[in-house]
DNA sequence: AAAATAGTTGACTATTTGGTCCACTTTGAT
DNA sequence: ATCAAAGTGGACCAAATAGTCAACTATTTT
């Protein structure tokens, strides 16, 4: 089968990192190679382009991602506490991240959507299809909770977008500020949106 | 005095747009120049750099949105209104650049701010106090809102919080899947997460 | 051991990009 | 009318960038 090699991942590792850490537009093929230790003929013979390179590592870094979401969304766990659990998750995310590049960086996928959105067309759409996966978790929490009789959703779908929207504007804002604080808010705001009972504002 | 011309005011323009409809790390000074109709020389006769542009650039917007957004956020008007009316603002206002060009586009500070956030220094710094101000026009209605008792909010700051990261995560979104319905949910989200009375769910 | 497969390397090109420079032109003030 | 201030044009440069290619090397299969 010829010689084997880890140059693919070791790309598509260095894409994610920098496009993170900056931005899509500002990670240069030399960049990326440079960091993975790979030489340009090297990178051309795994990818055609940059946007092929963010697809694959971002399908790679998914497929990891989502197995971690199963478990904190695991069916077992009562629906408000997977909330809280993803909370605290995201929180650890970007605290183990603070320390480790010094700064808050945020959800990649958003700000990587947000940043090409009327560019890359083919990554557009990946992004988009995972974000929709994401919010799915979401979904069915809000959808057992109201079930369970904890919150009042008849329409969990419209729920979790709003739901989400928030966690992810809460997350861009993190980036944007630096500041790891701004998540601190996350519970509190869930169950604010969520009315949950027990947590509601004493009725007038 | 010399020659006066509006050069400095046409590249301002040019690069609000190429930022806007695309990023900033993929718009390029020659792009700028050729879309204000200015010469590199002169681009360099007003600014020193891409960065120092955007600066300005986003500095005379914000003087403009701001009297906007005073008349939307007038003392005059009953707070929750104001913040319905803001919501109705950013639906118009996105609805009117997708016919014009053809997409959804969203806030152009916040993605703009989570794009740059780790280059840029300056002007990451004018972005976060730009949106701070925004901020406070949320603060605002919802302190005058808890006072006139049609909400429970003890803690306007953070409510204000709250219902940004709520807004920009909605509008975000709205860019990355170039669907302006989305927006439409911002009224019931913003009720929802206020639990503004009388539409609150009832008590069970 | 040979052959085929898989991956590597570095030198190379063409283009784009940011940035400079300075002679030139237009305009308002005197 | 003239002079200085304000702005323009465009040639020019160096560096950065995307992308190519063919010769080379390592590994597995037969």
Do not use: N
């Amino acid at each position: 089968m010829g010689r084997v090699s880890d140059a693919k991942e070791r790309l598509m590792g260095a894409v994610r990192e920098l496009i993170w850490e900056g931005s899509y537009g500002s990670t240069t093929i030399d960049q990326i190679c440079e960091k993975a230790g790979v030489k340009k003929g090297s990178f051309y013979y795994f990818f055609d382009s940059k946007a092929d390179l963010a697809v694959a590592a971002i399908d790679e870094e998914w497929g990891r991602r989502r197995t971690e979401l199963d478990s904190l969304f695991s069916p077992t766990i009562p629906p408000i506490e997977r909330l809280r659990g993803y909370c605290d998750y995201c929180y650890r995310v970007q605290a183990e991240i603070r320390s480790k590049c010094g700064c808050v960086l945020g959800c990649p996928l958003f700000s990587l959507g947000s940043e090409i959105s009327t560019q890359e067309d083919r990554l557009q759409k990946r992004i988009q299809e995972i974000l929709d996966q994401k919010r799915k978790y979401l979904e069915s929490a809000i959808r057992d909770a109201h079930a369970a009789g904890v919150i009042h959703a008849p329409d969990p779908a419209a729920k979790a977008r709003t739901l989400f929207a928030y966690y992810q504007g809460l997350l861009t804002e993190a980036r944007i500020h630096d500041k790891l604080e701004i998540l601190g808010d996350a519970v509190r705001g869930t169950y604010e949106l969520l009315g949950v009972k027990g947590t509601e504002p004493v009725p007038a």
